[in-house]
């Protein structure tokens, strides 16, 4: 986790925080606690958080303070969160968001 910054001058040093783990889509990660998965995806290397749904072109981190929904991945193979909010838990299940088809274009509701 080389990528991370652990001393700053105003947010201090991340130095006493616990180390804990989660996976992403099936591999295991390191995060420090009170990281947001965001924050936990980025410091491992991992900028693709989910697939637009229907143009498929991968989306990450855009806005970071929860308003424009581009980071949204699955936790607990159910639940869909906002990866800038929630912290990452300890042995947490994460999964980006695949391509979905559009009811309204070329679906049941389009002629």
Known sequence: MDKRIVNHPILDTLADNKEISFSFNGENHKAIEGDTIASALLVNGIRTLRHHEESG???????????????????????????????????????????????????????
């Open 57 to 111: 072109n991968p989306r990450g981190i855009y806005c970071n303070i929860g308003h424009c929904f581009e980071c949204r991945v699955k936790v607990r193979n159910c639940e869909t969160v906002r990866a800038c909010l929630t912290l990452v838990e300890d042995g947490m299940k994460i999964e980006s968001l695949t391509q979905y088809p559009t009811p309204l274009k070329g679906g049941l509701w389009h002629d």
